[in-house]
């Protein structure tokens, strides 16, 4: 590891500039003395495993681990996982119903990866199909591109027989339609005169952030190691922006000799810091899955020096969450902001809840 490399020597040029900023003065960010060398919550568990996002993710691992206990391949099971979410309705953050962009329309993202082969596949911006992890398994699968996107995704999916259907459920579109009718005093669009009529609620209310997402990845009993992001996005994005999930090293990596980690939250956190390939990264130098989620989120506060984006404190205003696994089993996740974050594990006893470690409050 080089000197730059090395975490403590960046944690200490951190301060060294904080303090210089602050015209000498100490200023120490909370985060910034906490000690990562104990992690509470890393478990580990006897393959088939998975791992998934905690709001979201019960159904996926508990399908992932049915699929491959009968014999079936961790790639089928992790994707077969994350369908059920991406058909759900009520899963406003990933594919059918999933909130749509300022324009009204679902878009979405998603990426697989496959560990034994580091091969990996991607649609981003990917319209009116209601299952993008299975594109972009055939786009890894039956082409020698790693990541199509808009038109192009679209033209593809259609060449391999998948259906073209409306993603935008009316509850989205009511949440959508809300949002635009309250932007502004300053355009053309108002809300009910009567406020009982908009009975939507916010989605604030329901959601954390504008950003959900599902992450899912699998251990099989002979080592084998794979991973799927799945999205509809950054709730009312710009047409086109395309988030962390499809971008392999961003929303998600696998590497069978180490484990596989993926992300929700803010993705251009994870595309700025490539957090997914850091963990790996971490968890190939010796950290625990805990451990390195915690580097990642470390990296991101350290990284975070736009103003809009931090609060007074100086920290990240917005929140990122990590989930892992390593090749013996043991997995630990983290998230930014201590929001009471978890994540779920499946194994062959049933499925466990694992709370998120956090690097600030
Ligand atoms: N992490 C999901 C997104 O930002 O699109």
Not at 30 to 43: G, L, M
Not at 253 to 263: H, I, L, P, R
Request: proline share 4%; charged share 25%; glycine share 10%.
């Amino acid at each position: 590891m080089s000197r730059s490399e090395n975490p403590s020597n960046s944690r200490r040029e951190f301060l060294k500039r904080l303090t210089a900023a602050a015209g000498g003065a100490a200023l120490t960010p909370a985060w910034v003395s906490k000690s990562f060398s104990k992690t509470s919550s890393d478990r580990s568990f006897e393959p088939p495993l998975a791992i998934a996002s905690g709001f979201n993710g019960e159904p996926a691992v508990k399908k992932a681990v049915e699929i491959m206990q009968n014999g079936g391949d961790v790639l089928d099971g992790i994707i077969s996982g994350v369908n059920i979410q991406e058909e759900d309705p009520d899963d406003m953050t990933v594919g059918y119903g999933g909130v749509p962009n300022e324009k009204g329309v679902v878009q979405l993202d998603a990426a697989v990866m496959d560990g034994r082969t580091h091969e990996s596949g991607s649609v981003g911006a990917l319209e009116n199909i209601m299952h993008p992890s299975r594109v972009a398994r055939l786009v890894m699968e039956r082409t020698d591109h790693s990541l199509l996107v808009g038109e192009g995704a679209l033209r593809f999916a259609r060449m391999h027989g998948f259906k073209e259907e409306n993603l935008l459920t009316d509850r989205a579109r009511e949440r959508w339609l809300e949002w635009k009718e309250t932007l502004s005093d300053d355009d053309n669009y108002f809300p009910p005169e009567n406020p009982d009529d908009n009975q939507t609620g916010s989605l604030w209310e329901e959601f954390e952030s504008h950003h959900g997402t599902i992450h899912c990845s699998g251990l099989d009993a002979n080592g084998g190691i794979c991973a799927v992001t799945t999205t509809s996005g950054l709730f009312y994005k710009m047409p086109g922006r395309v988030g962390d999930s499809p971008i392999t090293g961003a929303g998600l990596f696998a590497d069978t000799k180490v484990g596989a980690a993926g992300s929700t939250g803010r993705g251009e956190a994870n595309l700025q810091n490539l957090s997914s390939f850091l963990i790996v990264e971490r968890m190939r130098m010796g950290d625990s899955p805990e451990e390195a989620c915690l580097k990642a989120c470390e990296r991101i506060a350290e990284n975070t020096k736009i103003p809009r984006l931090v609060n007074e404190k100086g920290e990240p205003n917005f929140n990122v969450r990590f989930y892992a696994l390593n090749r013996d089993g043991q997995v630990g996740g983290a998230e930014l902001r201590s929001s009471n974050g978890s994540m779920k594990v499946a194994d062959r006893s049933g499925i466990h809840t694992i709370e998120l470690a956090h690097l600030l409050e």
